[in-house]
């Protein structure tokens, strides 16, 4: 679950950003002054921080700028809340590394909204999952193989063949294993299908396809 901070000195606009903040599926913890929020931002990170801009004790843009002059939280997502509307403190919050500005008041679907598209925005890419042995790269996201750099095009069936034999690298995969899991049928008598695809691939592998062994009367395994 996403963690949201809000520092918010007035009481009413504190719980009106919780109360919506919690409804949306989100977990808040709220602050109403800048010393209470350091302390608890030694103890752990949130997700986004909802600042405020006239605090009690220190100035929002000076919170701002400790947050993004420390390595822990120079990425920290934050969203300036402020009653001011001059152009002037808009921008003077954005080149302190603010993320977003919302000036008071605001619409509840406004605030969600803007938690929503900056969240987005800010979340880490989705690592792409590769699987390797030696020279072989198969990238799963598009389907890709490479060897030693170099493209090389697969079939489908070939393609979940290696998959396969590179997720169990070490084990012996029998024939009937390997049968049952890309054809979805019985060895039997089947076994040329099998091999045929095993000499396909090797030979798009190049020296690569080395790292096909052959267990005699049992199947295949790669190492």
């Excluded at 903040?21 to 997700?47: H, I, Q, V, W």
């Excluded at 603010?98 to 509840?108: C, E, L, Q, S």
């Excluded at 490479?146 to 998959?163: A, D, H, P, Q, R």
């Excluded at 997720?167 to 049928?185: A, S």
Aim: with cysteine; net charge negative.
């Amino acid at each position: 679950m996403k963690s949201i901070f809000i520092v918010e000195d007035d009481a009413n606009i504190r719980e009106i950003e919780e109360f919506a903040l919690k409804n949306s599926g989100y977990e808040t913890k709220a602050f109403e002054c800048a010393a209470d929020f350091f302390m608890e931002l030694r103890k752990r990170k949130p997700s986004l921080i909802l600042l405020d801009v006239m605090l009690p004790d220190e100035d929002g843009i000076s919170v701002l700028k400790k947050l993004r002059s420390q390595a822990d939280t120079e990425e920290v997502p934050v969203i300036m809340v402020t009653a001011k509307t001059a152009e002037i403190d808009k921008v003077k919050g954005l080149d302190s590394g603010a993320d977003d500005y919302i000036t008071k008041p605001f619409g509840v679907m406004e605030l969600i909204s803007r938690v929503k598209a900056l969240l987005r925005r800010t979340q880490p890419a989705k690592q792409e999952e590769v699987l390797e042995l030696g020279e072989i790269a198969l990238h799963m996201a598009n389907r890709s193989l490479k060897v030693s750099g170099t493209v090389i095009e697969l079939t489908y069936k070939e393609f979940e063949l290696l998959v396969l034999l590179i997720q169990n690298k070490g084990l012996v995969l029998t024939r009937d294993v390997l049968m049952e899991k890309i054809w979805g049928i019985d060895y039997l008598g089947e076994s040329r299908t099998l091999d045929m695809h095993i000499r396909t691939l090797r030979k798009k592998l190049g020296n690569a396809g080395e790292h096909i062994k052959t267990v005699r009367n049992v199947g295949y395994l790669a190492e």
